[in-house]
């Protein structure tokens, strides 16, 4: 294994256009097809602003695919697979910094220790078997850490700060990376073919999912010790489990259901699914993000008749949405209509402890 270590300059382009509602909580949604990112107020849930990225010199395709923001909602970062870049925006949306990467894919902000960790998209035809380590206050490229397996995606960083986790889509392998020297311990997955898609690491950092997105099931991994993934158990799931997440008390995990149109509820102390959520606004759910308060999940869905890991789309059914969905209830909200093919979003992380917000 290499570890590989470089700098990169960074770059500032000009403004984009400021949001309204200063103040307010933003969640920020990738439209991969239009070149867009749609802001949504979270008091509202209502767009806001749509930023468009090629007047700001990055292309008609662009494919903005992911975003993540810092815990006072001061800034936010976005990964663009065709455009090859990783951006910082302030919360006026101007671009203050960027790095070049071949397809970035995937992010987790560890912004306590100053670090931003990015994968990559699964565009290319043999993506690096690299992950990115960049310094957010300086938007520098750090060092890039070298994983043993092909096509590597699924991405998270451990809350206690000395690893991260990544996957294999191509092979059936997780790997926890020791990030103050690139050090891997490699985890093998029994049985067939996998297509490990994303993580999600509760809060105390004790469990560790990932969904088994074509195998249809959510693995479950013991990380008390976060160098050494140990299986747990495998959860059954509904057709295309894709991307799932920890509620702020750890007690249960949403995960969208990409081919069957569905989120599924899994209760921690058991690891059954106790329910399954619909909405008219899912069309090939997406992503997930929790707002700060933890009252709603946020579901991205595509509307696209493409395969689970097709990057490519424009083949839209419809109008790319966010669904709402209160945790505490389990029910779906009014759909918020965004851009086209709507994959991962991000929203600041929670600020300070405390029971979670209520529902409107």
Not at 116 to 121: A, E
């Amino acid at each position: 294994m290499r570890f590989l270590r470089g700098i990169l300059g960074v770059a500032v382009i000009g403004a984009g256009s400021v949001t309204r509602l200063a103040g307010q909580d933003r969640l920020y949604v990738a439209n991969q097809d239009d070149g867009t990112v749609s802001i949504v107020d979270l008091a509202s849930h209502r767009v806001v602003e749509t930023l468009r990225l090629e007047p700001l010199g990055f292309g008609p395709n662009a494919k903005p695919h992911h975003a993540q923001v810092s815990p006072d909602g001061q800034f936010w970062y976005l990964t663009m697979i065709g455009a090859g870049k990783v951006v910082k925006f302030d919360r006026q949306n101007r671009v203050v910094g960027l790095v070049a990467l071949e397809v970035p894919g995937l992010m987790s902000l560890d912004a306590g220790r100053d670090r931003l960790i990015v994968g990559r998209s699964m565009s290319a035809v043999n993506p690096p078997r690299r992950l990115a380590i960049i310094r957010p206050s300086e938007m520098r490229l750090v060092d890039e850490i070298e994983v043993f397996f092909p096509r590597p995606h699924a991405l998270i960083a451990d809350p206690r700060g000395e690893y991260v986790y990544t996957a294999s889509l191509g092979t059936n392998q997780l790997a926890s990376v020791r990030l103050a020297d690139g050090q891997s311990t490699l985890v093998d997955v029994d049985g067939e073919p996998q297509s490990l898609t994303q993580f999600a690491v509760s809060g105390d950092g004790r469990w560790l999912v990932v969904t088994a997105q074509s195998a249809n099931r959510l693995l479950v991994y013991d990380v008390s010790d976060p160098g050494k993934p140990v299986f747990a158990r495998a959860v059954p799931m509904a057709k295309g489990p894709f991307e799932p997440i920890f509620t702020l008390d750890g007690a249960t995990v949403f995960v969208t259901n990409l081919d069957a149109n569905l989120v599924s509820v899994v209760d921690v102390a058991s690891w059954t699914v106790t329910g399954l959520i619909e909405s008219p606004g899912f069309g090939q759910p997406h992503g997930v993000a929790l707002g700060p308060d933890g009252a709603y999940l946020y579901i991205s869905n595509r509307h696209q008749s493409g395969g689970a890991h097709d990057h490519d789309g424009h083949k839209a059914t419809g109008t790319g949405t966010v669904v709402p969905i209160c945790v505490a209830s389990r029910t779906a909200e009014t759909p918020i209509a965004v851009g086209h093919y709507a994959a991962g979003m991000g929203v600041r992380s929670r600020d300070g402890k405390g029971p979670p917000g209520r529902c409107r």
